[in-house]
């Protein structure tokens, strides 16, 4: 007769042998990061709480970020990046020796010819420091001595999703974790009963519907799911699934999760995978978010000055106006990362008619925040990054002074601002040259972006690494990056 154990072994498969002993390795591993008991789901989620040991590398200057990423390429020429030359040559051609080599896209490699096209509205000086901003901006014009602006960002993507991708992740392949995620990775939460990372998308008014935006851009990647982004949605229920179901009391909730909890830990326990910790930890958020979502989305206690100051539309579940309000809300409570991402800038056709309605969607709701978080002492320590995934050319996208004409993608230089966490307002920093189409002066890659945003939160990016495939993985990629210094105060 055979014994039960020689059975075993007779039958077991190398697959099967090579996974367990995984999970028995794993196992150890995670007995470290475990508590002695973990009957209790609160307890366990509490490891959660905290970021790396070691973190922040030095003082920071921002403990939060809020990132308005203005989605399918804003125009720099029209907004931020006027000329002389540029009214001089109207409807010339683009001298071959600025154009260059560029890569364009296929919606304008074939045209004949590349005709300039100026700033197609007015626009003035403002601030102390004198940078141009398009009067389609009244009120951002109103807070350029709050704000530093980037003019020489460039990227190397030309197609939205790989250039969008890059910008939030560090990779055009997606895949990767969220710039977001990485923060969450790295410093871990200040409010235990909201998400460290809270997302939001709206759809603007000028090229609608405009390109998509998926939830893999808040993603945490190959990083531990938990520092995920949570995207609230407009409306009654901001998150999916959070309403206890219809018979079920709270009571009856948080016994469900307590047993809940207890199962999950003898399966961590079993398998050694740290995921299992990550499901017991959005089980206890979403517990508790069923109290703080409803009053972070209750808005009846801002007074109607406030409200007045961030537009017409801030009352509308899901407009950009009112997604400003939110995120000023969210820090308030202490979230560490709030992005929103706002769609409609890509203006291949038509700009003349859409620029105006998007910048409208935008305008005094961005600097209401801007305002509102300087009123309330929020911006000293809350970094702002406005920003986009590339700029719009310098010539026409179509027959010059068509109604249909546009502006196509341009990568080699374009226009971001940021304020508020460090960085100095009222300064303006790079340089165009007079066609707004090449950097000559303090270029800044979208991975110095990302070295200079980690940098105000006191991580140094190239200690800041998490292993995946083999290799050490960075938001900041495997090439050289820097931080900006001189934009830093």
Known sequence: MSHPIHDRLQHL?????????????????????????????????????GGLAGLPHFAPRAKRVLCLFQAEGVSHVDLFNDHPVLHEHAGKEIPPSVKGNQRLTGMTSRQESYPVVPPLWGGKRCGQHGTWISDLLPHIQGIADDICIVKSLHTEAINHDPAIT??????QQPGYASMGSWVSYGLGSENDDLPTFVAMVSQGTGKNP???????LWGSGFLPSSHQGVGLRPGANPVLYLENPPGVDRAQR??????LAQLNDLRAREVGDPETLARIHAYEMSYRMQMSVPELTDISNESAATLESYGPE?????????????????????????????????QHIAIARQLPNQCRDIDQPTAALIQDLKRTGLLEDTLVVFTTEFGRTVFSQGKLGDPGMGRDHHGRCFTVWLAGGGVRPGIEYGKT?????????????????HATI???LGIDHSHFSYKFRGLDARLTG????HVVQDILG
């Open 13 to 49: 498969t190398r697959r099967t042998f090579l996974g367990d002993v995984t999970r028995g390795i794993g196992t150890i591993a995670l007995g470290s990061l475990l508590p002695i008991k973990t009957t209790d789901a609160a307890e366990a989620a509490a490891t959660h709480r």
């Open 166 to 171: 890059y910008m939030n992740t560090g990779n």
């Open 210 to 216: 405009g390109q998509p935006i998926f939830s893999r």
């Open 254 to 259: 948080r016994a469900m999760l307590d047993d």
């Open 314 to 346: 801030v009352r509308k579940p899901g407009s950009y106006a009112a997604n400003c309000l939110l995120a000023r809300r969210l820090l308030e409570r202490n979230v560490r990362f709030v992005q929103l991402f706002h769609r409609g800038w890509d």
């Open 433 to 449: 040259d007079e066609f707004s189409y090449n950097i000559v002066e303090h270029p800044v890659h979208l991975r110095d972006l």
């Open 454 to 456: 980690l940098h105000c």
């Open 478 to 481: 495997v090439e050289e990056a």
